[in-house]
T-cell receptor, first 113, second 114 residues
Framework: DGGITQSPKYLFRKEGQNVTLSCEQN?????MYWYRQDPGQGLRLIYY???????QKGDIAEGYSVSREKKESFPLTVTSAQKNPTAFYLC????????????FGPGTRLLVL | EDQVTQSPEALRLQEGESSSLNCSYT??????LFWYRQDPGKGPEFLFTLYSAGEEKEKERLKATLTKKESFLHITAPKPEDSATYLCAVQVRSHGGSQGNLIFGKGTKLSVKP
């Protein structure tokens, strides 16, 4: 089955620690996205990538970093500079950037110890 | 500033009681409007894309419509399994062929009681 997988489902971060969230897709989509979802707020774009080896900052990129070394993979690192990381993180992909529907993965919930 | 507003924030219906959810938008130029369903602790599930005023799309008990200022998600004779949060997002026309990112509303939480 084609789809988007995210791991882990739950992630715990200690103070000062960097953590990496995984996102993999086998849909052969060019574009991939990371969103953050907080209670009572709409989804907010962190980073997006239109093609391998290229990525752009979204609305709330501070404290986050990404890489896109393979078409299938778009990992998100939450760095220690992100002071309020507790949220539900969603990865999405689309056939091409800005043209097609975005499809979402199941999400990763990040909690701070 | 581009903005998407969904109303109501929460809606409680009895099974079989039809109603509508609203998504109003203020954007510089609409490329497309998207509806998603999200269950608790899960990622959003794609429902519909609408591109132009007057367009309608249906799927089972759901029907989405679009005008120049808003979209409605009509739910006919809902069942308890329709309970979820429904998200609306708009994609704005951008200049120079660059990325047209999605702007999401805060969602409407629908509860359908048997």
């Amino acid at each position: 089955d084609g789809g988007i997988t995210q791991s882990p489902k739950y992630l715990f971060r200690k103070e000062g620690q960097n953590v990496t969230l995984s996102c993999e897709q086998n849909l052969n989509h060019d574009a991939m996205y990371w969103y953050r979802q907080d209670p009572g707020q709409g989804l907010r774009l962190i980073y997006y990538s239109q093609i391998v080896n290229d990525f752009q900052k979204g609305d709330i990129a501070e404290g986050y970093s990404v890489s896109r070394e393979k078409k299938e993979s778009f990992p998100l690192t939450v760095t220690s500079a992100q002071k309020n990381p507790t949220a539900f993180y969603l990865c999405a992909s689309s056939i091409v950037a800005g043209e097609e529907t975005q499809y979402f993965g199941p999400g990763t919930r990040l909690l701070v110890l | 500033e581009d903005q998407v507003t969904q109303s109501p924030e929460a809606l409680r219906l009895q099974e079989g009681e039809s109603s509508s959810l609203n998504c109003s938008y203020t954007v510089s130029g609409l490329r497309g409007l998207f509806w998603y369903r999200q269950d608790p602790g899960k990622g959003p599930e794609f429902l519909f894309t609408l591109y132009s005023a007057g367009e309608e799309k249906e799927k089972e008990r759901l029907k989405a419509t679009l005008t120049k200022k808003e979209s409605f998600l009509h739910i006919t004779a809902p069942k308890p399994e329709d309970s979820a949060t429904y998200l609306c997002a708009v994609q704005v026309r951008s200049h120079g062929g660059s990325q047209g990112n999605l702007i999401f509303g805060k969602g409407t939480k629908l509860s359908v009681k048997p």
